[in-house]
């Protein structure tokens, strides 16, 4: 019988989107179960059918495995000759799930791994309340981390920050290189879509964090300031139907006389991608690694970015356009001069795809993952 391994994050699109390919690696030697909050974003069912079909790999929302585990526990009172549910290795993602993981039993916290895809919204919010929930979250990650067995980060500043803070002995903290891209995916899904380039966008949740306000209102700059270049793009919003959906009438109808259009995550971005001229990521998120700063660099589409953690690790340490002040006026200037600089772009194109290629492809951040998963000592 096949040892059992779980995997645990907010939703089943984070699942899908981005640790499939792990999945289908380790579940060729293990059996998998999936568990999620919540479904989130559209996702594609025909991966997770052919997970299901072909490895076996089980989904199940946190709700009905809970029951599941319950009920078996319970059967297992009266029972002897059941098979003890037993898990190798539980690996859990994102905040939410790290935080359930405290009613984990104390038998199974020794065989937790989590994985920090970036400290989230309450380590780099500025707002009070925050700022306590932090506290209040830095003392249970210290608990838990001192019991699981493994803690992976996706950059060296999320590392720091862990051991100096003292919230996790350095010796179980590993770094990987993202969530791992699929850059064979990218070509050919780019390669479907006609290149149209006529919008300057951004992509992300509607939170502060994210810089969405600093979008609209760069957006506000460049019209007045360079009205002949706003002529020919268009400002858009690539966001969660669900963020969409939370604006009121009132927010949707300014965004429109603005003329930013608001349009919804797709499974498959590259449609979006193939018609973007400019990228804007005035973010103060605490981010991994910016999936949406690796995949359009990969490509080739010029991007305006915080230097922050988790782009840093993306973009050249002498890269042209990051932002150099949250003023969105000077953002505006920025973003003028960056349009018009097509000889720069065109200069690191093939030295920034063949950087993401080389360090961030998704065959290199599954191996370092499954090395340090299956290392003997653990």
Known sequence: MKNKIIFFANTLWFLEKFKYELIKDISEDYEVTCIYLRKGPPHNKYKIEILNKNNNVKFESFRKFLLNFISFKIFSLFNFQLNSLTYQKIIIFTIGPILISLLL???????????????????????????????????IYRFLFKKCKLVFVLNSHDYLFLIENKICPIYKIKVLPGTGLNYIQIEKGLSKNIRKQKYIDYIGRLI???????????????????????????????????????????????????????????????????E??????????????????????????????????????????????????????????????????NAYFEEIKEFQKNYIKNNFSINKSSKIFIENLFRKEF
Do not use: C, H, W
């Open 276 to 341: 973007t001229k400019a990228l804007i990521v005035p973010s103060s998120y605490g981010e991994g690694l910016s999936r949406v700063v690796l995949e359009a660099s990969y490509i080739g589409i010029p991007i305006l970015a915080s230097k922050i953690r988790g782009i840093e690790e993306i973009l050249t340490v002498n890269y042209k356009y990051f932002i150099k002040s949250n003023n969105p006026f000077s953002m505006s200037q920025q973003l003028a001069e960056m349009i018009k600089d």
């Open 105 to 139: 039993p104390k038998n199974y916290k020794k065989n937790t791994i989590y994985v920090l895809e970036g400290l989230g919204r309450i380590f780099s919010s500025k707002r009070t309340l925050n700022k306590l929930i932090k506290i209040i979250i830095i003392k």
């Open 208 to 274: 502060v964090e994210k810089g969405f306000y600093k979008f609209i209102l760069t957006k506000l700059n460049f019209e007045k300031y360079y009205p002949e270049l706003d002529k020919l793009y268009t400002f858009r919003i690539i966001t969660p139907q669900e963020d969409i959906n939370s604006l009121t009438n009132d927010e949707k109808e300014f965004l429109n006389k603005l003329n930013i259009q608001l349009r919804p995550y797709l499974i498959e971005p590259y449609s979006y991608y193939s």
